[in-house]
């Protein structure tokens, strides 16, 4: 990897040199299953696309530059990533993870994992002395968001990883909120950073992608070999499409976290909000932590509709230019009701999202007229 360039420079180029071929500067879509050998058992790195193809190579390298790890491993989705992240794990080893976590990662360690024997405990991971206490003698992984989906707390990953080394687990960072442009949980001392890279690395909501990167040459040697054999790996495609979101990932963090401040700020002086929920407000009580832990506040803001679950659907339902869907990350705007889409999963668990809660996935169109939308939404 190299890290003498800077963040903006590598996106562009890491991994992504001119094809020797051709000469073409864009990464080509290597459509194929299977390559030609010079004989039996002997290839020049590739054999079949499940194992390894260039294109993904490529993005697998781009990937770990943007961490600053060393290795990259791409996945057919963020959930493909944290399932084949829990392979490192065992029957009877047990997980801390964050009180507020994504609906999908919930229903993962406790409708799946839990009947192979892998506990999880959810907490509070603001508090570190609450974290410390869900250890027990068993535990092997802290499972870290931060900013977590959809409250936004910002968790301490220098604290998670020094409470984590000092008990022998491993740390793993899901840092799709803030982007490698926005946050470095590896240079923090986590030992897997996790992504959907269907989010702000695709940026355009077309496509889906997973990945992890680390500096660890044993958990990347694991991982590899787990993806290789479950097979939940990308397309050429898929990752061509990554790439592309790549290269333009710090001017649109950029213009995403401007106008995610106008909007929450708008929100907050708003009569028909109750609360907002955006680490760049100067109330919101991890907002010195993600001064320190993050380059930027990131484009994701949640708030609660004054009137609970009926205005919070009235006004989801109202909004023209937030389109209501599901998913983050893209250019355009998204308006989320987290309690009936993303995080249903969680309803009738102790994790459930209050009823009134919206979450906003803020683009990069013009800031007075994102804010004018939800004005005229909130009125209704």
Not at 75 to 101: E, N, Q, R, Y
Not at 272 to 278: A, C, K, L, N, Q
Not at 356 to 378: C, F, K, T, Y
Request: overall charge negative.
């Amino acid at each position: 990897m190299s890290r003498g360039d800077r963040f903006e420079t590598r996106a562009i180029h890491e991994g992504q040199d001119p094809d020797p071929a051709t000469g073409a500067v864009i990464t080509p879509i290597y459509q194929t299953s299977t390559y030609r050998q010079s004989a039996p058992g002997e290839h020049s790195g590739y054999d079949y696309s499940r194992t390894a193809n260039p294109t993904r190579t490529a993005l697998e390298r781009a990937l770990a530059s943007l961490e600053e790890a060393d290795y990259g491993l791409a996945f057919a989705s963020g959930m493909a990533a944290i399932t084949t992240l829990a392979l490192l794990l065992k029957p009877g080893d047990h997980v801390v993870a964050p009180d507020d976590v994504y609906g999908g990662t919930y229903r993962l360690f406790v409708r799946v994992l839990r009947r192979y024997g892998i506990d999880s405990s959810f907490v509070d991971m603001t508090d570190l002395g609450a974290t410390a206490d869900a250890f027990t003698d068993q535990t092997r992984l802290v499972f870290v968001e931060t900013p977590t989906n959809p409250y936004l707390k910002i968790v301490d990953i220098a604290a998670a990883a020094s409470l984590a080394r000092a008990r022998g687990a491993l740390v793993a960072v899901d840092n799709t909120f803030a982007t490698p442009y926005g946050q470095q949980p590896l240079r923090l001392g986590a030992d897997l950073v996790v992504h959907s890279t269907t989010k702000y690395l695709g940026g355009h909501s077309d496509v889906i992608g997973g990945g992890v990167a680390t500096s660890r040459e044993d958990l990347h040697e694991q991982l590899r070999f787990h993806q290789n054999a479950a097979g939940a790996v990308p397309g050429p495609f898929d990752c061509w499409l990554v790439l592309r979101g790549l290269r333009t990932l710090a001017i649109r963090m950029e213009r995403h976290a401007v106008n995610a401040a106008a909007v929450a700020e708008a929100l907050a002086a708003h009569p028909r909000v109750e609360r907002v929920f955006y680490p760049g407000l100067r109330g919101h009580p991890g907002h010195d932590l993600a001064g320190r832990q993050m380059s930027n506040f990131g484009g994701m803001v949640s708030f609660i509709a004054r009137g609970g679950a009926p205005a919070a659907r009235r006004a989801a339902s109202r909004t023209r230019l937030f389109l209501l869907a599901e998913s983050l990350g893209g250019v355009e705007s998204l308006i989320d009701h987290p309690a009936s889409m993303t995080h249903a999963t969680l309803t009738g668990s102790p994790l459930a999202v209050d009823e009134g809660l919206l979450r906003l996935s803020v683009g990069i169109e013009h800031v007075e007229d994102l804010v004018a939308d939800l004005d005229q939404a909130l009125a209704g």
